[in-house]
């Protein structure tokens, strides 16, 4: 063989060729194979694949959720609601009763019998007080003594003598308070008045507690009717120093056109105390008197 030949530079050189000889380069790829012209393959042992490590794979699948959470993230959200329940608390001491759960179980005349011990041991309560209620009319003051009127009324026993001492003692606490109410507004309402009330709604409710007086009855024990004969003589009065102060405001006009002259005729007629009114203004008002 010449030695320039390729053949000749790999036969020289035979350890360089690594690959294993898987056919024999003197058989024919058209010969038959016989059993001394196979040639024995030599096989390697298998080399063991190295796999990616499992952390790998768990760190990409927390990179996914990681990914996955900050896209969410960033979707938004509803607002977080609080749910607030209800705190359960448990009564563990004693406690007083409060005051206006006390005034709630009191009748009207318990919470001024209530009201007027309080003022006569604090006196200096009353002026607060009178601050802090409401401001008084004529038509309140009327229906508060109204209701005593009917108290007063319904005093008296059914049937029998109505003038008698028995009828006297079951109505004589009535009767005296109802005197009493009267003698209270009455003076409270002479002039000078609130400034709320003119002159005529100061004649006018002097004219209803007038009527209200002829409503009593007479008893047959004179003494019985000192009461009522000293409520008439306040009346009066209350009617002279009412009077007077119509005349100064509103003018003998006024008091003429409003029918006052003829309303104090009707109740002198019944009660001879007022005369001495109805002539005083007859005097005080000339064309009146000629009329």
């Known amino acids: 063989m010449d ?12 350890h360089l060729n690594t690959f294993p000889r898987l056919v024999n380069p003197k058989s024919s790829p058209r010969s038959s194979p016989t059993p001394s012209s196979q040639t024995t393959t030599t096989l390697r042992p298998a080399v063991p694949i190295k796999l990616p490590p499992i952390t790998k794979r768990k760190a990409s699948f927390n990179e996914d959720n990681e990914d996955e959470d900050s896209i969410m993230s960033t979707s938004p959200q509803p607002p977080h609601r609080t749910i607030k329940r209800p705190r359960q608390t448990t009564i563990q001491q004693k406690r007083p009763l409060p005051i206006n759960r006390i005034l709630d179980n009191l009748e009207k005349a318990a919470l001024v019998t209530l009201l007027s011990t309080l003022v006569a041991r604090h006196p200096d309560l009353t002026q607060e007080i009178q601050n802090l209620a409401p401001k008084l009319t004529p038509q309140s003051a009327l229906t508060a003594i109204t209701k005593l009127e009917n108290t007063f009324h319904s005093s008296f026993p059914y049937g029998g003598d109505k003038t008698g001492e028995y009828a006297y003692s079951r109505i004589h606490v009535a009767y005296n308070t109802l005197l009493s109410a009267i003698t209270d507004y009455t003076t409270y309402f002479l002039p000078p008045p609130p400034p709320a009330i003119s002159a005529p709604e100061l004649l006018s409710f002097l004219d209803s507690i007038t009527h209200l007086l002829h409503r009593i009855p007479l008893f047959s024990n004179p003494i019985h009717n000192i009461a009522r004969e000293t409520a008439f003589a306040e009346i009066t009065s209350a009617w002279e120093v009412g009077v007077r102060y119509f005349l100064e405001t509103n003018g003998s006009f006024a008091f003429t056109l409003g029918g006052w002259m003829e309303r104090l005729e009707g109740h002198a007629r ?14 005080q008002v000339s064309w009146a008197r000629n009329s």
């Open 3 to 14: 030695s320039r030949s390729p053949l000749a530079f790999l036969h020289q050189n035979n």
């Open 270 to 283: 019944k009660e001879p105390v007022l005369r001495r009114i109805v002539e005083d203004l007859r005097q």
